[in-house]
C-alpha cells in the first residue's frame, strides 16, 4: 500500500464483515487469537492505564488507550444495555492505530464487529492455560450477540464441541442454537443456569445488564471447572457469588469493573500475562476452580488493530482524506487559500 500523508485506510463495517468472511470465521479467531497471545507475552512493554470511563444511570462510554512504544492504539466504546428496546446495539465501538514516531493514524476502523472476535478469541486464550485437559463441554449463560463468537473461538482453539445454553430470554438461546446449528455442536439448550452448569467442564457467563445480579452461585460450581466471566464491566455489577471468587485461584482496572471489585484489593491475583508468560501457573491441580476475569482490555483491542492492519492487502478498505497535507507544513490558511482557487466555492453563508 502506497503512502500517501493525506490519506488514512479505512476499515467499514462492510469491510469488516467480508474480511472476516474472506478468512473464514474459525481462522480468523485463530490468527486474532495468536496475535493477542503474542502481545500478552510482551505485556510489561505496553502503556497500561484503566479505561478512561463516563458512566451514566442508562450506560458507559469509554476510550481505552495503550501503545508498545512505537505504535500507540485506542478504542471508543459505549455500552447501554437497553439500547436493544429501540432497535440499537448495546456496544458499538471505533479504533484507531497511529505511529508514535509522527503521530499519524495508520489505521481508522470499526470495532463493533471487531470486538465480538477479539473478546472470544481472548477467552480461549485466557482458557488454554488453567481450564482442565482435554475439557469438551462448555456451559454458556447469556446467549447475546457474544454467545456465537465465544463458541466458535473455544472449538477451534481447544476442541470444545459441546455446549449447554441457557439465556433468560429463551429466543435469544433459540436464535443461538440455529446459527450454530450447522457448525459441528452438540447443543443443548436448558431451562436454567443450574441446569447449564451440569456437566460442564468450562463456565462462561456473558450477560449485560447493567444492575447487579449473581448468575453462579457457590453451590453452583463442583471442583476442577475453569470460569470464564465475560459479562459485566462497570461497578456494581457482578455475575459471580463472592464464595466462587475465594474458591478461585486466578488489577487497577479489573478492581473496578470487574468480578473481583467483590473483593479486598489485597487479595493475591494471577495475572493472565504472567501465565501466558511461564512466570506463573495456570492451574495446579485437577480439583481446584479456575477463573478468568474477563474485562476487555486496551492490549487486547491493541492486538485486533494490529491484525486488521496487517490484513490490508486484502484490499477491504477505503482511503479516507483525514489528514491536512499543505505544500508548506506551517502553512494551513495559504492551503485554504489555494483550495479557493482551484475549485468554486459555496455561496457564502450568511451572518448569525
Known amino acids: 500500500m502506497q503512502e500517501k500523508l493525506d490519506v488514512v485506510p479505512f476499515v467499514s463495517v462492510d ?24 502481545d ?33 492504539g485506542f478504542k471508543y466504546v459505549n455500552g447501554h444495555p437497553k439500547n436493544t428496546r429501540s432497535g440499537r446495539q448495546t456496544v458499538t465501538a471505533s479504533g484507531v492505530l497511529a505511529d508514535v514516531g509522527n503521530g499519524y493514524p495508520m489505521l481508522l476502523t470499526e470495532i463493533t464487529i471487531l470486538t465480538a472476535p477479539r473478546t472470544a478469541a481472548m477467552s480461549a486464550v485466557a482458557a488454554k492455560y488453567p481450564a482442565p485437559n482435554g475439557a469438551r463441554t462448555m456451559a ?23 455446549l449447554r445454553l441457557y439465556d433468560i430470554d429463551p429466543s435469544a438461546t433459540m436464535r443461538c442454537q440455529k446459527n450454530l446449528a450447522s457448525i459441528g455442536f452438540e447443543i443443548n439448550a436448558c431451562s436454567s443456569s443450574q441446569e447449564a452448569v451440569e456437566g460442564a467442564e468450562i463456565v462462561t457467563t456473558v450477560t449485560a445488564d447493567k444492575q447487579y ?59 493472565l500475562w504472567q501465565v501466558i508468560a511461564g512466570k506463573a501457573p495456570g492451574r495446579s491441580g485437577e480439583r ?24 490490508l492487502d486484502t484490499g477491504l478498505y477505503e482511503e479516507l482524506d483525514l489528514l491536512a497535507n499543505p505544500d508548506e507544513p506551517r502553512d494551513l490558511f495559504g492551503m485554504i487559500l489555494r483550495a479557493a482557487k482551484a475549485a468554486p466555492m459555496p455561496q457564502k453563508i450568511g451572518a448569525l
Open 140 to 162: 454458556m449463560i447469556g446467549n447475546g450477540a457474544q454467545s456465537e463468537f465465544q463458541a466458535i473461538a473455544f472449538k477451534a482453539i481447544l476442541g470444545v464441541d459441546k
Open 213 to 271: 445480579a449473581t448468575i453462579l452461585t457457590d453451590s453452583m460450581i463442583g471442583p476442577g471447572v475453569h470460569i470464564n466471566a465475560v459479562g459485566g464491566d462497570c461497578p456494581g455489577k457482578t455475575e459471580l457469588h463472592r464464595d466462587i471468587l475465594l474458591r478461585s485461584e486466578y488489577p487497577p482496572q479489573t478492581h473496578i469493573e470487574g468480578e473481583i471489585q467483590q473483593l479486598d484489593r489485597r487479595h493475591p491475583v494471577i495475572e
Open 288 to 311: 481446584q476452580i479456575t477463573l478468568f476475569d474477563s474485562v476487555g482490555i486496551a492490549i487486547e483491542d491493541f492486538s485486533a488493530l494490529r491484525y486488521v492492519r496487517d490484513r
Open 15 to 38: 469491510h469488516m464483515m467480508k474480511l472476516v468472511l474472506a478468512t473464514g470465521v474459525e481462522r480468523f479467531l485463530i490468527e486474532l487469537a495468536a496475535y493477542i497471545e503474542e
Open 40 to 72: 500478552f507475552r510482551r505485556w510489561e512493554c505496553f502503556d497500561k492505564t484503566p479505561r478512561v470511563a463516563s458512566h451514566s444511570a442508562e450506560g458507559v462510554i469509554e476510550l481505552m488507550p495503550t501503545s508498545d512504544g512505537e505504535t500507540y
